[in-house]
């Protein structure tokens, strides 16, 4: 089996916001944000999907992600709006901004990319040691579907279809194989790009509910809400989604 990891055309800038171009989870940041006044910290802010919109509510925000393909349309879309927003290339596993926010958040599933214990760790220390004492993290990742996961095993499945500035007319369609052992979903997402056709891999670490309730705890976060969607559902057995707020423990 291959290196687990995410190909590199996926974080191409106007292709990831041409396939992700919505914004069902910007209310939901915005309220959690404007709640505790201060500096907040996106990590793995990507594109600036939601950086861009949080920072034109007022809210001051630096994003932090580790592709410059990424930030560079981040940047070129914060110049458009005439906004000023830091955006620095780091790896969530090893930045040191020397200062501290009130809000650190990892939105968009972003953290399945992390596949290792360690690097894991590595990540929630960060978040320890860059959050005030009474600030919170907040954490949104997929409530893993072993359903889905099943029925995209099969066959490849179309999951978008848009066209690139140029006209090329983009279909990617989408085929799963999950990898019990670790954890791992991994995706392959077929490119038809005019008369083009590439296959990128997609890896995606599958945390199960207790399993990161377990993590959090053990890496001294107490979780103080966790949801199951943007709407703040409780988290059940059908959530698509788990949604945690948290806080450092006070002696971290
Ligand atoms: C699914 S995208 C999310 C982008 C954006 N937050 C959004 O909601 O659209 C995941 C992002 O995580 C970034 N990323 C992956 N591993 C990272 C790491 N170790 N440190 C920083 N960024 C990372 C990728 O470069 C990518 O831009």
Known sequence: ???????????????????????????????WLVSKPGSVLEL???????TIQLNKSGIKITGLDIAESMLEKAREKTKQENLDIEFVCGDMRSFSLKRKFSVIFIPFNSLQNTYSL???????????????PDGIFILDIFNPSIHFMVDREKAFKEAYRFNLDDGREVVVQEKCEYDSALQVNRVKWNF???NEERIEK???????????????????????HKFGSFDESSFTSKSQKQIFICKKLSNQ
Do not use: W
């Open 192 to 194: 038809k790009i005019g």
């Open 118 to 132: 360690q690097d894991l760790e590595l990540i929630f220390a960060n978040v320890r040691n860059h959050l005030e």
């Open 1 to 31: 089996m291959s290196e687990l990891g995410v190909g590199s055309f996926i974080y191409e800038g106007e292709i990831y916001d041409k396939m992700n171009n919505f914004s069902f989870d910007l209310d939901f940041y915005k309220k």
């Open 44 to 50: 793995c802010c990507g594109t600036g999907r939601l």
């Open 202 to 224: 997609l890896d995606m670490r599958c945390f199960f509910p207790l399993e990161m309730d377990a993590l959090l705890k053990y890496n001294n976060f107490q979780i103080i």
